[in-house]
Structure formats: structure tokens, C-alpha cells
């Protein structure tokens, strides 16, 4: 059995504490990736409900059932993308 030298363990510790920073920074960029993408989306049915001349409440409607935003937020978002 070989006994562990301190710049082992130190080698070990760095190791993991740089797998563990990448796993994490990983995961906070794909839920970031994610939350623009939705946002993204709810910005182009917006545009695109204005341009098929959607009532906005309509608009506000599909953002809650199909985007499941609050009636608040939907509304929000609604007045926010549809001026653009």
C-alpha cells in the first residue's frame, strides 16, 4: 500500500475542486441558457400574435395556459414585446 504524500492529497483536492467548479459552472450556464431561450420564445409569440392581429388579451391568455407565466407576468410580458 503507498502511502499518500501531501502534494498527492493536494493534487487530489485540486482535481476534484476543479471538476466540481466545472460540473457547477456547467449547470448554471445551461439553466441560464435556458431561461434566455424561454424568454425568447415568449418574446417571438408575442411579436408574431401581434402581427396575426391576436387580441392581446388572447395573447395573455396563451402566455399563462402555454407558457405558464401568472396572469401578471403574462401581462407584463405582453406590454413589454408587443411595442417592439
Same mark, same amino acid.
Given at each position: ?15 476534484? %475542486?476543479?471538476? &466540481? =467548479?466545472?460540473? $457547477?459552472? *456547467? +449547470? #448554471? %450556464?445551461?439553466? &441560464? =441558457?435556458?431561461? $434566455?431561450? *424561454? +424568454? #425568447? ?44
Amino acid at each position: 500500500m503507498t502511502k499518500m504524500t501531501w502534494a498527492m492529497k493536494t493534487r487530489d483536492l485540486l482535481r476534484q %475542486g476543479r471538476e &466540481e =467548479g466545472y460540473r $457547477e459552472g *456547467f +449547470e #448554471e %450556464g445551461y439553466r &441560464e =441558457g435556458l431561461e $434566455e431561450t *424561454f +424568454e #425568447e420564445a415568449i418574446r417571438a409569440f408575442v411579436v408574431i400574435a401581434k402581427k396575426l392581429s391576436i387580441e392581446q388579451e388572447v395573447v395573455v391568455q396563451n402566455l399563462v395556459e402555454n407558457f405558464g407565466q401568472s396572469p401578471e407576468d403574462a401581462e407584463k410580458k405582453m406590454k413589454l414585446y408587443w411595442g417592439k
